[in-house]
């Protein structure tokens, strides 16, 4: 299975400051990464696919980067709602994998 | 409006089984591929099961298979999960969500299970 290495785990941040979470996956997956936010007790949401494309409806400050192994999803001049558990996940082969999240708390 | 509506959640003793399902509606259904994801109070998301969208291709996490079996009938819109020999470290929230190449855009709200003697 290909594991999914989030960094860092815990994030403490402010409104305005510039996040950047780290993706690391075992082996090459190409560009076959999302990222996906979730707030406590709802479903995730998918952020960014295929590791740059911005899902419709989703903020400009949120950009993802990255191919092979080593992915960032960036969050500029950070809001209010967008504190959060974000997750990558890795869909280049089965079993599909996860990260294992970055709480970030504002 | 696509949705997703999962159901058969419960409380089930270790070794028991139990099926969920998945209503899907506002797109056509057999044309995507689907699974399920897991989550298990205050963990990380965890992948379970995936089916194409003709049913005739499925993947299984290795904590699960042998055990759970994936299925849908493109008929009745609706994914299944069939779950046995269930054990307390299969407690958790089921969600299901459509996807293949562009991640999972669309997820239910979850059903919880629960394994408990």
């Known amino acids: 299975d290909i594991q999914m290495t989030q960094s860092p785990s815990t994030l403490s941040t402010s409104v305005g400051d510039r996040v950047t979470i780290t993706c690391r996956a075992s082996?090459?997956?190409?560009?076959?990464l999302a990222w996906y936010q979730q707030k406590p007790g709802k479903a995730p949401e998918l952020m960014i696919y295929k590791a740059s494309n911005l899902e419709n409806g989703v903020p400009s400050r949120f950009s993802g980067s990255g191919s092979g192994t080593e992915f960032t999803l960036t969050i500029n001049s950070l809001q209010p709602d967008d504190f959060g558990t974000y997750y990558c996940q890795q869909y280049d082969s089965y079993p599909l994998t996860f990260g294992g999240g970055t709480k970030v708390e504002i | 409006d696509v949705k997703l509506v999962e159901s058969g959640g419960g409380l089930v003793h270790p070794g028991g089984s139990l099926r969920l399902s998945c209503a899907a509606s506002g797109f056509p259904f057999s044309s995507h591929a689907m699974h399920w994801v897991r989550q298990a109070p205050g963990k990380r998301l965890e992948y379970v099961s995936a089916?194409?969208?003709?049913?005739?291709?499925?993947y299984y996490a290795n904590s699960v298979k042998g055990r759970f079996i994936i299925s849908r009938d493109n008929a009745k819109n609706t994914l299944y999960l069939q779950m046995g020999s269930l054990r307390v470290e299969d407690t958790a929230l089921y969600y299901c969500?459509?996807?293949?190449?562009?991640?999972?855009?669309?997820w239910g709200q979850g059903t919880l299970v629960t394994v408990s003697s």
């Open positions: 969500a459509r996807g293949e190449y562009e991640g999972f855009d669309y």
């Open positions: 082996q090459n997956i190409s560009s076959w």
């Open positions: 089916i194409s969208g003709d049913g005739n291709s499925t």
